[in-house]
């Protein structure tokens, strides 16, 4: 018996193999460069939105806050908001507490009046402070000295406090821009559009 040798297998030669693999890295760097282009989009996207709720969020403190206060003022820089608030729950130390301490932390009963000017709420001679202010590029909400951060990668807070005394109403007028994170290379570029504006009533028309 004779051993016999096929020739019918064939390979690729040097400069197939050599073109495949160029192709073949060419296909692959172009799938890597898609992959982190995407992946870059995707983080500036959501930071983008992140710092878009922050906005959302503040004006809604603010709102919140200007609607229940007594009396609002504003810094001459307008970068500082401060605000008295009437004391809506019964608090250790306050007069009621100190009667029966198994009131802490129940709602107020307050009292209502009616005069010219309208019905006015009244919540008894217990107040809160509550002050918003630019602390670098964060904003801070600070309530009888306890300090809150409500948004970050701030540019300004530009509260206006309007009076209006024919109407015997008053308003603040509150305008919040924001330095949104869309990064490059570390890069933070500012953009335009971010500015979110709010009109909040105060709670009372102490008028009368």
Known sequence: MKIKHSTKFHGFTLVETTVGL??????????IAASVGLQKSFNAIDNYFATHMQQIRIVDYLNRDVKRALVVTTSVNLQRVSMTLPNYIIKAGDPEAVANPSLIGTPRTPTISYLRSGPQVDYGATTTSVVYAISGQSILRTENGVITTIASSTDQLVPVTTDVELANTEYTITSVTFLPIFTSGGATAERSGTTVCATSYLRNRRRG
């Open 22 to 31: 160029g192709i073949s890295s060419i296909v692959f760097a172009a799938v």
